[in-house]
Protein backbone atom coordinates (compact mmCIF):
# COMPACT_ATOMS: atom_id res chain seq x y z
CA UNK A 1 0.00 0.00 0.00
CA UNK A 2 0.73 3.43 -0.65
CA UNK A 3 1.88 5.50 2.73
CA UNK A 4 1.28 9.11 3.07
CA UNK A 5 3.24 12.12 5.12
CA UNK A 6 1.34 12.28 7.99
CA UNK A 7 2.28 16.41 7.54
CA UNK A 8 -0.83 15.61 5.28
CA UNK A 9 -3.71 15.56 8.41
CA UNK A 10 -2.15 18.65 9.70
CA UNK A 11 -5.74 21.06 10.51
CA UNK A 12 -7.30 18.34 9.39
CA UNK A 13 -8.51 16.79 12.89
CA UNK A 14 -9.62 20.17 14.34
CA UNK A 15 -10.35 22.65 11.10
CA UNK A 16 -10.93 26.09 12.22
CA UNK A 17 -12.06 26.72 8.44
CA UNK A 18 -12.96 25.53 4.95
CA UNK A 19 -9.55 26.82 3.81
CA UNK A 20 -7.86 24.21 6.55
CA UNK A 21 -8.81 21.49 4.20
CA UNK A 22 -7.31 23.16 0.53
CA UNK A 23 -4.29 21.72 1.18
CA UNK A 24 -5.61 17.81 1.91
CA UNK A 25 -7.44 18.63 -1.72
CA UNK A 26 -5.16 19.62 -3.74
CA UNK A 27 -2.74 16.69 -2.81
CA UNK A 28 -5.88 14.15 -3.29
CA UNK A 29 -6.46 15.86 -6.57
CA UNK A 30 -2.68 15.25 -7.62
CA UNK A 31 -2.28 12.07 -5.94
CA UNK A 32 -5.68 10.56 -8.45
CA UNK A 33 -3.91 11.93 -11.26
CA UNK A 34 -0.34 10.51 -10.41
CA UNK A 35 -1.69 7.45 -11.68
CA UNK A 36 -2.75 8.33 -14.43
CA UNK A 37 -0.50 8.59 -16.74
CA UNK A 38 1.44 4.81 -15.50
CA UNK A 39 -1.53 3.11 -16.31
CA UNK A 40 -2.14 4.73 -19.55
CA UNK A 41 1.19 3.89 -20.60
CA UNK A 42 0.96 -0.03 -19.46
CA UNK A 43 -2.42 0.03 -21.53
CA UNK A 44 -1.37 2.05 -24.37
CA UNK A 45 1.36 -0.82 -24.70
CA UNK A 46 -0.97 -3.66 -25.15
CA UNK A 47 -1.98 -4.99 -28.34
CA UNK A 48 -5.78 -4.72 -27.87
CA UNK A 49 -6.08 -7.97 -30.22
CA UNK A 50 -4.05 -9.90 -27.75
CA UNK A 51 -4.47 -8.75 -24.25
CA UNK A 52 -7.86 -7.27 -24.94
CA UNK A 53 -9.23 -8.19 -20.75
CA UNK A 54 -6.08 -6.64 -19.37
CA UNK A 55 -6.61 -3.21 -21.26
CA UNK A 56 -10.36 -2.91 -20.77
CA UNK A 57 -9.33 -3.55 -16.52
CA UNK A 58 -6.60 -0.91 -16.69
CA UNK A 59 -9.10 1.43 -18.69
CA UNK A 60 -11.77 1.11 -16.20
CA UNK A 61 -9.71 2.16 -13.66
CA UNK A 62 -8.20 5.09 -15.28
CA UNK A 63 -11.54 6.28 -16.38
CA UNK A 64 -12.34 6.03 -12.13
CA UNK A 65 -9.04 7.92 -11.30
CA UNK A 66 -10.54 10.70 -13.64
CA UNK A 67 -13.75 10.66 -11.84
CA UNK A 68 -12.02 10.64 -8.40
CA UNK A 69 -9.95 13.99 -9.79
CA UNK A 70 -13.29 15.73 -10.67
CA UNK A 71 -15.16 14.95 -7.60
CA UNK A 72 -12.28 16.03 -4.93
CA UNK A 73 -11.90 18.97 -7.25
CA UNK A 74 -15.61 19.83 -6.62
CA UNK A 75 -15.48 18.98 -2.87
CA UNK A 76 -12.63 21.99 -2.94
CA UNK A 77 -14.51 24.23 -5.04
CA UNK A 78 -17.28 24.25 -2.93
CA UNK A 79 -15.10 25.54 0.06
CA UNK A 80 -13.74 27.98 -1.52
CA UNK A 81 -10.84 26.98 -3.03
CA UNK A 82 -9.39 26.78 -6.47
CA UNK A 83 -7.65 23.74 -8.07
CA UNK A 84 -4.40 23.77 -9.59
CA UNK A 85 -3.98 21.90 -12.21
CA UNK A 86 -2.08 23.17 -15.17
CA UNK A 87 1.21 24.09 -13.25
CA UNK A 88 4.58 22.67 -14.58
CA UNK A 89 5.08 20.64 -10.93
CA UNK A 90 1.51 18.85 -11.22
CA UNK A 91 3.14 16.07 -13.49
CA UNK A 92 5.41 14.00 -11.37
CA UNK A 93 8.72 12.89 -12.77
CA UNK A 94 8.98 9.28 -13.23
CA UNK A 95 10.70 7.02 -12.08
CA UNK A 96 9.92 8.09 -8.68
CA UNK A 97 7.03 8.14 -5.81
CA UNK A 98 3.69 9.19 -5.77
CA UNK A 99 3.03 13.10 -4.26
CA UNK A 100 2.81 13.20 -0.97
CA UNK A 101 4.48 9.75 -0.18
CA UNK A 102 6.71 8.68 2.37
CA UNK A 103 7.45 4.88 1.14
CA UNK A 104 10.52 5.13 -0.91
CA UNK A 105 10.65 1.56 -1.70
CA UNK A 106 7.84 2.02 -4.00
CA UNK A 107 9.33 3.98 -7.19
CA UNK A 108 6.50 4.07 -9.63
CA UNK A 109 7.73 3.81 -13.25
CA UNK A 110 6.25 4.44 -16.69
CA UNK A 111 6.78 1.14 -18.13
CA UNK A 112 5.38 -1.37 -20.88
CA UNK A 113 2.84 -3.52 -19.32
CA UNK A 114 4.31 -7.16 -17.37
CA UNK A 115 3.79 -8.96 -14.42
CA UNK A 116 6.05 -6.73 -12.55
CA UNK A 117 4.42 -3.55 -13.42
CA UNK A 118 0.92 -4.98 -12.54
CA UNK A 119 2.32 -5.74 -9.16
CA UNK A 120 3.18 -1.91 -9.27
CA UNK A 121 -0.39 -1.15 -9.83
CA UNK A 122 -1.66 -3.68 -6.76
CA UNK A 123 0.96 -1.73 -4.58
CA UNK A 124 -0.38 1.52 -5.21
CA UNK A 125 -3.99 0.18 -4.85
CA UNK A 126 -3.54 -1.93 -2.16
CA UNK A 127 -5.93 -0.98 0.98
CA UNK A 128 -5.27 -0.79 4.71
CA UNK A 129 -6.22 -4.24 5.19
CA UNK A 130 -6.20 -6.44 1.84
CA UNK A 131 -7.58 -10.13 1.90
CA UNK A 132 -4.06 -10.54 0.25
CA UNK A 133 -0.39 -9.29 0.11
CA UNK A 134 0.37 -7.85 3.52
CA UNK A 135 3.47 -5.91 2.93
CA UNK A 136 5.82 -3.88 5.38
CA UNK A 137 8.22 -1.85 2.99
CA UNK A 138 9.51 1.09 5.06
CA UNK A 139 11.17 1.05 8.62
CA UNK A 140 8.95 0.60 11.74
CA UNK A 141 9.76 4.27 12.93
CA UNK A 142 8.78 5.87 9.33
CA UNK A 143 5.85 2.92 9.39
CA UNK A 144 4.34 4.36 12.65
CA UNK A 145 4.25 7.81 12.08
CA UNK A 146 2.98 7.52 8.23
CA UNK A 147 -1.02 7.38 7.32
CA UNK A 148 -2.51 4.78 4.62
CA UNK A 149 -4.49 7.06 1.82
CA UNK A 150 -7.95 5.18 3.02
CA UNK A 151 -7.01 7.15 6.54
CA UNK A 152 -6.13 10.43 4.70
CA UNK A 153 -9.75 10.42 3.00
CA UNK A 154 -11.17 8.82 6.12
CA UNK A 155 -9.78 12.07 8.00
CA UNK A 156 -10.85 14.40 5.19
CA UNK A 157 -14.61 12.76 5.45
CA UNK A 158 -14.63 13.66 8.75
CA UNK A 159 -13.11 17.04 8.80
CA UNK A 160 -15.78 17.84 6.65
CA UNK A 161 -18.52 16.67 8.69
CA UNK A 162 -16.79 19.08 11.39
CA UNK A 163 -16.93 22.03 9.32
CA UNK A 164 -21.13 22.45 8.96
CA UNK A 165 -22.83 23.34 5.95
CA UNK A 166 -22.13 26.97 6.90
CA UNK A 167 -18.58 26.45 5.10
CA UNK A 168 -19.71 25.53 1.89
CA UNK A 169 -20.28 28.31 -0.56
CA UNK A 170 -23.68 29.74 -1.39
CA UNK A 171 -24.50 29.60 -4.27
CA UNK A 172 -22.51 26.40 -5.56
CA UNK A 173 -19.29 27.28 -7.66
CA UNK A 174 -17.48 25.82 -10.56
CA UNK A 175 -19.35 22.37 -9.70
CA UNK A 176 -18.19 19.73 -12.94
CA UNK A 177 -21.92 17.70 -12.77
CA UNK A 178 -23.38 14.85 -14.79
CA UNK A 179 -25.49 17.51 -16.97
CA UNK A 180 -21.63 17.96 -18.52
CA UNK A 181 -20.31 14.87 -18.70
CA UNK A 182 -23.84 12.98 -20.27
CA UNK A 183 -21.26 11.14 -23.00
CA UNK A 184 -19.26 8.90 -19.92
CA UNK A 185 -21.69 6.58 -17.88
CA UNK A 186 -18.67 6.58 -15.31
CA UNK A 187 -18.70 10.21 -14.97
CA UNK A 188 -22.46 10.42 -14.58
CA UNK A 189 -21.71 9.69 -10.90
CA UNK A 190 -19.41 13.19 -10.11
CA UNK A 191 -21.73 14.61 -7.36
CA UNK A 192 -22.54 18.46 -7.48
CA UNK A 193 -21.09 19.73 -3.81
CA UNK A 194 -23.41 21.91 -2.12
CA UNK A 195 -23.21 21.23 1.72
CA UNK A 196 -21.68 18.33 3.95
CA UNK A 197 -23.59 15.31 2.71
CA UNK A 198 -22.85 15.88 -0.79
CA UNK A 199 -19.20 16.60 0.02
CA UNK A 200 -19.00 13.62 1.75
CA UNK A 201 -20.72 11.96 -0.80
CA UNK A 202 -18.20 12.18 -3.05
CA UNK A 203 -15.06 11.75 -1.03
CA UNK A 204 -16.97 8.15 -0.08
CA UNK A 205 -17.32 7.48 -3.89
CA UNK A 206 -13.22 7.59 -4.23
CA UNK A 207 -13.21 5.62 -0.90
CA UNK A 208 -15.79 3.06 -2.42
CA UNK A 209 -13.84 2.56 -5.80
CA UNK A 210 -10.28 2.96 -4.62
CA UNK A 211 -10.26 0.60 -1.54
CA UNK A 212 -13.91 -1.18 -1.17
CA UNK A 213 -16.30 -0.70 1.30
CA UNK A 214 -14.95 -3.55 3.35
CA UNK A 215 -12.04 -6.15 3.87
CA UNK A 216 -14.64 -9.72 3.62
CA UNK A 217 -14.58 -11.71 0.11
CA UNK A 218 -17.78 -10.83 -0.06
CA UNK A 219 -17.69 -6.67 0.80
CA UNK A 220 -15.25 -5.89 -1.56
CA UNK A 221 -18.08 -5.31 -3.80
CA UNK A 222 -20.04 -2.29 -3.49
CA UNK A 223 -22.21 -0.49 -5.31
CA UNK A 224 -19.71 0.99 -8.25
CA UNK A 225 -18.37 -2.61 -8.52
CA UNK A 226 -15.37 -3.94 -7.75
CA UNK A 227 -12.62 -1.99 -6.10
CA UNK A 228 -9.40 -1.57 -7.83
CA UNK A 229 -6.88 -3.36 -6.25
CA UNK A 230 -8.99 -6.68 -6.79
CA UNK A 231 -10.15 -5.43 -10.04
CA UNK A 232 -6.40 -5.54 -10.51
CA UNK A 233 -5.77 -8.79 -8.47
CA UNK A 234 -8.30 -10.51 -11.06
CA UNK A 235 -5.44 -10.01 -13.76
CA UNK A 236 -3.09 -11.84 -11.55
CA UNK A 237 -4.80 -14.87 -10.37
CA UNK A 238 -6.04 -15.39 -14.08
CA UNK A 239 -10.11 -15.30 -13.24
CA UNK A 240 -12.89 -12.38 -13.17
CA UNK A 241 -14.29 -12.06 -9.49
CA UNK A 242 -17.25 -13.70 -9.91
CA UNK A 243 -20.35 -15.04 -6.86
CA UNK A 244 -20.06 -19.02 -7.12
CA UNK A 245 -23.44 -20.77 -6.15
CA UNK A 246 -24.45 -22.13 -3.78
CA UNK A 247 -23.73 -19.48 -1.43
CA UNK A 248 -22.83 -16.61 -4.18
CA UNK A 249 -19.39 -16.35 -1.88
CA UNK A 250 -16.89 -14.39 -4.14
CA UNK A 251 -14.47 -16.32 -5.74
CA UNK A 252 -11.61 -15.88 -8.27
CA UNK A 253 -13.31 -18.31 -10.67
CA UNK A 254 -14.88 -16.59 -13.78
CA UNK A 255 -13.73 -16.32 -17.33
CA UNK A 256 -10.13 -16.86 -17.74
CA UNK A 257 -7.74 -13.47 -17.80
CA UNK A 258 -4.89 -14.40 -20.04
CA UNK A 259 -1.74 -12.47 -20.14
CA UNK A 260 0.26 -13.27 -24.33
CA UNK A 261 3.28 -11.73 -23.75
CA UNK A 262 4.02 -11.31 -27.74
CA UNK A 263 0.99 -8.78 -27.35
CA UNK A 264 3.21 -5.74 -25.61
CA UNK A 265 4.96 -3.59 -27.81
CA UNK A 266 8.45 -2.83 -27.57
CA UNK A 267 8.35 0.62 -26.04
CA UNK A 268 11.59 1.41 -23.46
CA UNK A 269 10.49 2.45 -20.09
CA UNK A 270 10.75 5.90 -18.34
CA UNK A 271 11.31 7.38 -21.77
CA UNK A 272 12.09 11.59 -21.77
CA UNK A 273 11.29 13.72 -24.45
CA UNK A 274 14.88 14.93 -23.92
CA UNK A 275 16.21 11.23 -24.43
CA UNK A 276 15.42 11.59 -28.38
CA UNK A 277 17.72 13.53 -30.82
CA UNK A 278 16.87 16.90 -31.84
CA UNK A 279 14.98 16.79 -34.98
CA UNK A 280 14.19 12.88 -35.04
CA UNK A 281 10.77 11.96 -35.74
CA UNK A 282 10.74 10.18 -32.09
CA UNK A 283 11.51 13.91 -30.82
CA UNK A 284 8.62 15.24 -32.70
CA UNK A 285 6.54 12.79 -31.66
CA UNK A 286 6.83 12.76 -28.22
CA UNK A 287 7.18 16.55 -28.10
CA UNK A 288 3.62 16.45 -29.65
CA UNK A 289 2.58 13.94 -27.22
CA UNK A 290 3.28 16.41 -24.47
CA UNK A 291 1.72 18.89 -25.94
CA UNK A 292 -1.42 17.16 -26.33
CA UNK A 293 -1.40 15.94 -22.14
CA UNK A 294 -0.43 19.48 -21.58
CA UNK A 295 -3.15 21.02 -23.33
CA UNK A 296 -5.52 18.18 -21.36
CA UNK A 297 -4.63 19.47 -18.09
CA UNK A 298 -4.72 23.11 -19.07
CA UNK A 299 -7.91 22.42 -20.30
CA UNK A 300 -9.25 20.35 -17.05
CA UNK A 301 -7.85 23.59 -15.11
CA UNK A 302 -10.28 25.70 -16.70
CA UNK A 303 -13.05 23.37 -16.49
CA UNK A 304 -12.51 23.26 -12.69
CA UNK A 305 -12.16 26.94 -12.22
CA UNK A 306 -15.48 27.79 -13.33
CA UNK A 307 -15.77 27.24 -17.04
CA UNK A 308 -17.66 24.27 -17.09
CA UNK A 309 -19.44 24.36 -20.28
CA UNK A 310 -20.15 21.43 -22.45
CA UNK A 311 -17.91 22.76 -25.07
CA UNK A 312 -15.02 22.19 -22.46
CA UNK A 313 -15.63 19.03 -21.88
CA UNK A 314 -16.09 17.48 -25.58
CA UNK A 315 -12.63 19.75 -26.03
CA UNK A 316 -11.49 17.39 -23.09
CA UNK A 317 -12.36 14.15 -24.99
CA UNK A 318 -11.16 15.48 -28.49
CA UNK A 319 -7.77 15.73 -26.34
CA UNK A 320 -7.83 12.13 -24.68
CA UNK A 321 -8.73 10.54 -27.88
CA UNK A 322 -5.66 12.36 -29.44
CA UNK A 323 -3.55 11.17 -26.55
CA UNK A 324 -4.78 7.47 -27.26
CA UNK A 325 -4.27 7.93 -30.93
CA UNK A 326 -0.45 9.42 -30.62
CA UNK A 327 0.64 7.29 -28.44
CA UNK A 328 -0.60 3.57 -30.30
CA UNK A 329 1.22 5.40 -33.54
CA UNK A 330 4.35 5.77 -31.58
CA UNK A 331 4.10 2.83 -29.76
CA UNK A 332 3.45 0.74 -33.02
CA UNK A 333 6.10 2.84 -35.34
CA UNK A 334 3.98 4.33 -37.35
CA UNK A 335 4.87 5.00 -40.41
CA UNK A 336 7.70 3.12 -39.60
CA UNK A 337 8.05 0.40 -37.37
CA UNK A 338 11.59 0.41 -37.07
CA UNK A 339 11.18 3.34 -34.89
CA UNK A 340 9.35 2.97 -31.60
CA UNK A 341 8.89 5.50 -28.70
CA UNK A 342 7.61 6.18 -25.84
CA UNK A 343 4.94 8.87 -24.74
CA UNK A 344 6.78 10.09 -21.54
CA UNK A 345 4.03 12.15 -19.93
CA UNK A 346 5.92 15.95 -19.41
CA UNK A 347 4.93 19.22 -19.17
CA UNK A 348 5.02 20.82 -22.55
CA UNK A 349 2.64 24.36 -22.85
CA UNK A 350 4.68 24.87 -26.26
CA UNK A 351 4.76 22.02 -29.21
CA UNK A 352 8.26 23.38 -30.68
Known amino acids: MILLKPELLDRLTAPATAQDLWPALQQAIELEHATIPVYLYAKYSLDPAKNGDIS ?4 SVVIEEMLHMTLAANVLNALGGAPAIGQPGFIPTYPGPLPGGV ?39 EAAQAITIGEFYATILKAIGLLGDGAFVNPPRNQVGPDIMQESPVMQNAVVVTDVATAQQAIQIIIDQGEGTGTSPDEIVGTFGVAHYYRYLQIQKGKKLVPVPPDNHL ?19 NPTSAGYPTGSAQRFACDNFNYTYTSLLLTLHSLFNGQNTQVQFNTIIGLMMSLKGQARAMMTGIPNPAVITGPSFEYQPVNP
Open 103 to 141: ETSLIVNLAPYSPAQLQTFLDIEEPEDPLNFPVQRVAAA
Open 56 to 59: SIID
Open 251 to 269: AYAGDPITFDPTGVFAVPA
